[in-house]
């Protein structure tokens, strides 16, 4: 089968390696697409993911595909069913898996980072985490339940009612996702801050986004209830706390560098009794993301950017392919 491995850092190549044989208790899944995201990137850079990728290794975490074979104790996909695949995959026996944190796994692995991913025809992966789509979410769309559910996860860990107002800071495709959620979510106000006015635009004519700030050139009123950190940067960061009223709730779902830090006034934590709160991966989320998806309260299929092919991932990767909101790769017709 055809595969794209990742062979060392910023160095990747397309290789026809064996396909992989089920274990009992495995699924062996055809990839119809797999999604490109800033985890991605940074393994191609040499930097962690939510674990290590050691090459040689094929990338690909967001997938879906079809189901082309099943191990002997696998009764809850059968052959040619259309799937989506959490990779994230969890021992149970560490301390925190055995207090109901299975994110914070001592032992975490997962496809695409640990084990050979989707960025190939075929990958495999235990049935506990492949999960059948319903007829009406398309293939493209359910590559992006990773990142969907990753997103509800850190909803779950916030306490979102309707009478909030809410910003999202962050115009990549994971903010765009936080736009739609919080309104699914029934939070009554969306605001949202970015640095591409095409992209602030579309997000206010489409999807009923009240107020726009161009986070280059504009001031962010201290006006929210919930923040939304989206991008991982210390002066979005930085914004993030500055945009709360009192009692509010700000999430750091961007991802930083790992020796980065950001600035705050402490007193004003204290003061206006501030929540902020990190959100990692994404445990017990699939489910609602893929309802999200069947329901149509969530529309990503407007948010992809690019659609490409094995060969041209790395040029997504290294930044020559300019303008990605998302892009995903097609592996298999």
Same mark, same amino acid.
């Given at each position: #089968?055809?595969?794209?491995?990742?062979?060392?850092?910023? @160095?990747?190549?397309?290789?026809?390696?064996?396909?992989?044989?089920? @274990?009992? &208790?495995?699924?062996?899944?055809?990839?119809?697409?797999?999604?490109?995201?800033?985890?991605?990137?940074?393994?191609?850079?040499?930097?962690?993911?939510?674990?290590?990728?050691?090459?040689?290794?094929?990338?690909?975490?967001?997938?879906?595909?079809?189901?082309?074979?099943?191990?002997?104790?696998?009764?809850?996909?059968?052959?040619?069913? !259309?799937?989506?695949?959490?990779?994230?995959?969890?021992?149970?026996?560490?301390?925190?898996? !055995?207090?109901?944190?299975?994110?914070?796994?001592?032992?975490?692995?997962?496809?695409?980072?640990? !084990?050979?991913?989707?960025?190939?025809?075929?990958?495999?992966?235990?049935?506990?985490?492949?999960?059948?789509?319903? +007829? &009406?979410?398309?293939?493209?769309?359910?590559?992006?339940?990773?990142?969907?559910?990753?997103?509800?996860?850190?909803?779950?860990?916030? &306490?979102?009612?309707?009478?909030?107002?809410?910003?999202?800071?962050?115009?990549?495709?994971?903010?765009?996702?936080?736009?739609?959620?919080?309104?699914?979510?029934?939070?009554?106000?969306?605001?949202?801050?970015?640095?591409?006015?095409?992209?602030?635009?579309?997000? @206010?004519?489409?999807?009923?986004?009240?107020?726009?700030?161009? =986070?280059?050139? +504009?001031?962010?009123?201290? +006006?929210?209830?919930?923040?939304?950190?989206?991008?991982?940067?210390?002066? =979005?960061?930085?914004?993030?706390?500055?945009?709360?009223?009192?009692?509010?709730?700000?999430? #750091?779902?961007?991802?930083?560098?790992?020796?980065?830090? *950001?600035?705050?006034?402490?007193?004003?934590?204290?003061?206006?009794?501030?929540?902020?709160?990190?959100? *990692?991966? &994404?445990?017990?989320? *699939?489910?609602?993301?893929?309802?999200?998806?069947?329901?149509?309260?969530?529309?990503?299929?407007?948010?992809?950017?690019?659609?490409?092919?094995?060969?041209?991932?790395? +040029?997504?990767?290294?930044?020559?392919?300019?303008?990605?909101?998302?892009?995903?790769?097609?592996?298999?017709?």
């Amino acid at each position: #089968m055809k595969a794209l491995v990742l062979t060392g850092t910023k @160095k990747m190549e397309i290789q026809d390696l064996a396909t992989p044989e089920v @274990k009992p &208790n495995e699924v062996l899944v055809n990839t119809a697409y797999a999604g490109i995201c800033g985890t991605d990137r940074a393994l191609y850079a040499g930097l962690p993911g939510s674990a290590d990728a050691v090459p040689p290794i094929v990338l690909g975490h967001e997938n879906s595909g079809i189901v082309a074979a099943i191990g002997s104790d696998v009764t809850n996909v059968k052959v040619g069913d !259309r799937v989506t695949v959490d990779p994230n995959i969890y021992c149970g026996q560490c301390e925190y898996c !055995r207090t109901d944190r299975p994110e914070l796994c001592d032992n975490l692995s997962a496809v695409g980072v640990t !084990r050979d991913g989707g960025l190939a025809e075929s990958f495999t992966a235990p049935s506990s985490v492949v999960y059948p789509i319903p +007829d &009406n979410v398309s293939l493209k769309a359910a590559a992006t339940t990773e990142p969907i559910s990753c997103a509800v996860h850190g909803m779950t860990l916030l &306490n979102v009612k309707p009478y909030q107002k809410a910003l999202v800071i962050g115009d990549g495709f994971m903010g765009q996702l936080f736009v739609q959620l919080l309104q699914a979510y029934g939070v009554h106000q969306v605001d949202f801050a970015g640095i591409v006015d095409e992209k602030l635009a579309f997000n @206010k004519e489409k999807f009923g986004v009240v107020n726009t700030f161009n =986070t280059t050139r +504009d001031s962010i009123p201290a +006006d929210y209830d919930v923040v939304i950190e989206a991008v991982g940067l210390p002066q =979005t960061q930085e914004q993030a706390v500055e945009a709360t009223k009192k009692g509010a709730q700000v999430l #750091m779902f961007g991802v930083g560098k790992p020796n980065q830090t *950001f600035s705050m006034n402490t007193y004003e934590v204290y003061q206006k009794q501030l929540k902020i709160q990190g959100a *990692f991966i &994404n445990p017990y989320a *699939f489910e609602d993301g893929i309802a999200l998806l069947s329901s149509g309260q969530l529309d990503v299929e407007s948010l992809i950017s690019h659609e490409v092919s094995l060969e041209q991932v790395e +040029d997504v990767l290294n930044g020559k392919v300019a303008g990605v909101s998302k892009a995903v790769v097609k592996v298999n017709d």
